[in-house]
């Protein structure tokens, strides 16, 4: 597992003392989008706080949260990316969290799946993975929790599987099994 780990120390070195990187083991976490400075994703401490994805592990193994969107990738550089990834030591999952409303999930769901590709295949040129499973999840729409389903249309399968090699899922929930 720390292997993963220490690739993306080596790809990104700005990990090293920052807030970027956190490792838990409790059995449900949360993560929420903050639309404020410095915009980018946190896990969630406050219970009675915002909720955009939901992480359940109920076995309690170390799984890990990495802050992308002015995390690891600042909000300086110009290149599309997603906002954070989860990932054990089986498998790493890129997520994508857009808060709009039904009118606008067609556009938001279009700029996700933009977002996560760019972002996998960036990842690919800079890091080496040695979990088994990479996922992309699209998060359109409410906090509300909704588990995640694997992608049914066949163009979106063919990008992703096909090309990436990535499984993806629309939904805002994970569970490491």
Not at 97 to 119: E, H
């Amino acid at each position: 597992m720390y292997l993963v780990i220490d690739s993306l120390t080596v790809a990104f070195p700005q990990i090293v003392g920052s807030d970027y990187l956190g490792t838990l083991t409790d059995t449900c976490f949360f993560i929420y989008d903050q639309d404020t400075e410095p915009k980018r994703c946190f896990i969630q401490d406050d219970s009675q706080g915002v909720k955009h994805f939901t992480v359940h592990n109920p076995t309690g193994r170390e799984v890990h949260f990495l802050a992308i969107d002015r995390g690891i990738i600042s909000g300086k550089e110009d290149q599309e990316r997603c906002d954070c990834a989860v990932f054990d030591q089986k498998t790493f999952c890129f997520i994508e969290i857009k808060v709009v409303s039904d009118k606008q999930a067609g556009v938001s769901n279009r700029k996700a799946k933009s977002q996560l590709k760019a972002t996998i295949l960036y990842f690919q040129t800079r890091v080496t993975f040695t979990t088994k499973r990479i996922e992309a999840y699209i998060c359109v729409g409410r906090t509300i929790p909704r588990p995640a389903k694997r992608a049914t249309n066949l163009d979106e399968r063919y990008e992703f599987e096909e090309e990436l090699g990535v499984a993806l899922y629309h939904g805002n929930e994970k569970r490491f099994a």
